[in-house]
């Protein structure tokens, strides 16, 4: 895995290497919102490997969408990328049945929840949250923040594009995201990061003003192809 500059330096670096002095995480959730196609979603999929794998402690893992089909999605991306390494295939086993992915030396899974099917069932772990804004109820989300409470540097992570409801969790989550990257000082173990246009400010013709809000492009999809897009 190749990464691309802003994966490194503004999710991973900030999430895993800024700690307390006792050593834990400063973060304990994170909001990351960018646009589609800048590979958002395989980043998460092999965050979640390494959680289950190599993070201190390694911890069950917790792929959390609005419905079975979207949290399926991040958990097939998962599997292929295990299926598809000799030494992750070692270390990690595939239940396809009961979309797990288990380490066979500590037992932690990776683990598909969807709200309209799940159950509270004492979760303990670290969890990726699939396209908050999409969710139609806050009830597994809020669940699911509780699920780290017991669990040393667990991390509450949602990943998402931006959506329209602004009655929704997502639309919560997008301004508490605005507030700690306006000040931090309003929530430390709040980690926000969003990749936009600004609708007041942005001339939204300017190649500029792409490259600002799809950290990817010109990697994960060529600039061209976006340009025919918008014309």
Request: hydrophobic share 35%; aromatic share 10%; glycine share 6%.
């Amino acid at each position: 895995i190749k990464l691309i500059g802003w994966q490194k330096d503004q999710v991973l670096r900030p999430l895993f290497g800024w700690r307390r002095e006792d050593g834990r995480l400063r973060f304990r959730r994170a909001g990351i919102f960018v646009p589609k196609k800048n590979r958002k979603s395989s980043l998460m999929s092999q965050l979640a490997q390494y959680m289950v794998t190599c993070h201190a402690p390694a911890q069950d893992v917790f792929l959390a969408a609005n419905d079975r089909l979207q949290a399926r999605t991040m958990y097939r991306m998962v599997k292929h990328s295990v299926e598809a390494s000799p030494k992750l295939s070692q270390l990690l086993e595939v239940v396809d049945s009961r979309s797990i992915i288990r380490n066979k030396q500590t037992g932690k899974e990776i683990r598909c929840l969807s709200s309209d099917s799940w159950r509270n069932e004492g979760l303990n772990g670290s969890v990726i949250l699939d396209e908050i804004h999409s969710f139609r109820t806050p009830d597994l989300v809020d669940a699911l923040i509780y699920a780290t409470r017991g669990t040393a540097n667990g991390l509450v992570i949602s990943i998402s594009t931006a959506g329209s409801d602004r009655n929704g969790i997502g639309w919560r989550w997008w301004q508490d995201c605005e507030l700690v990257i306006k000040d931090p000082k309003t929530n430390p173990t709040f980690y926000g990061l969003i990749y936009a246009a600004d609708p007041a400010t942005d001339d939204y013709s300017d190649p500029q003003v792409w490259r600002k809000a799809n950290p990817s492009m010109g990697i994960a999809f060529p600039e061209d192809e976006f340009r025919a897009d918008y014309e």
